[in-house]
T-cell receptor, first 113, second 114 residues
Framework: DVKVTQSSRYLVKRTGEKVFLECVQD?????MFWYRQDPGLGLRLIYF???????EKGDIPEGYSVSREKKERFSLILESASTNQTSMYLC????????????FGNGTRLTVT | KNQVEQSPQSLIILEGKNCTLQ??????????LRWYKQDTGRGPVSLTI?????NTKSNGRYTATLDADTKQSSLHITASQLSDSASYIC?????????????FGTGTKLQVIP
């Protein structure tokens, strides 16, 4: 079974702090994604990566950056956390095969105070 | 604009009863449609995939249908169990700029009560 592991289940940070969310997958998947999930809005794509050191902006990249130095690891960075970034963050991975499913981690609930 | 709309937003049913969840989409060009189940505190897990040529597909007590002409899909749950309590998310994949991109519905929250 594919395992996507997010390093923290819950995080509480202060406004202005730099925040790192880490995600590791164990199935050698080429593609990795960061989403945020908010009630009534569904999942929204922040950034994605199709290869090591490669990144593409998703639908809501403002205020975020990412890093993919190794194939199995995809990090989301909040350079200066703000209260409107309080959310559930979900990491996902998938193979490059057409129609392959997304495999999600269990999420990190981030609260910015 | 590519959109996926689900109904109802929430649903409460008695254990053992059947239910049907709906998904309408305006995504184009269509590649596939997946239903995901998201248990509370967990990430979504894929239940089934529907491609353009498929009308119906079953996965145990879950049966998904697809009408590509009307751009509608449904997920039917038979003989519901307490463990079916979860959010069900419809996800449509489309081709854009050489990539496969996805659009998520906002989900239907199902509660199965004894």
């Amino acid at each position: 079974d594919v395992k996507v592991t997010q390093s923290s289940r819950y995080l509480v940070k202060r406004t202005g702090e730099k925040v790192f969310l880490e995600c590791v997958q164990d199935m050698d998947h080429e593609n990795m994604f960061w989403y945020r999930q908010d009630p009534g809005l569904g999942l929204r794509l922040i950034y994605f990566s199709y290869d090591v050191k490669m990144k593409e902006k998703g639908d809501i990249p403002e205020g975020y950056s990412v890093s993919r130095e190794k194939k199995e690891r995809f990090s989301l960075i909040l350079e200066s956390a703000s209260t409107n970034q309080t959310s559930m963050y979900l990491c996902a991975s998938r193979t490059g095969t057409r129609n392959s499913p997304l495999h999600f981690g269990n999420g990190t609930r981030l609260t910015v105070t | 604009k590519n959109q996926v709309e689900q109904s109802p937003q929430s649903l409460i049913i008695l254990e053992g009863k059947n239910c049907t969840l709906q998904c309408n989409y305006t995504v184009s060009p269509f590649s596939n449609l997946r239903w995901y189940k998201q248990d509370t505190g967990r990430g979504p897990v894929s239940l089934t995939i529907m491609t353009f040529s498929e009308n119906t597909k079953s996965n145990g007590r879950y049966t998904a249908t697809l009408d590509a002409d009307t751009k509608q899909s449904s997920l039917h749950i038979t003989a519901s169990q307490l463990s079916d309590s979860a959010s069900y998310i419809c996800v449509v994949t489309f081709a854009s700029g050489g990539y496969q991109k996805v659009t998520f519905g906002t989900g239907t929250k199902l509660q199965v009560i004894p």
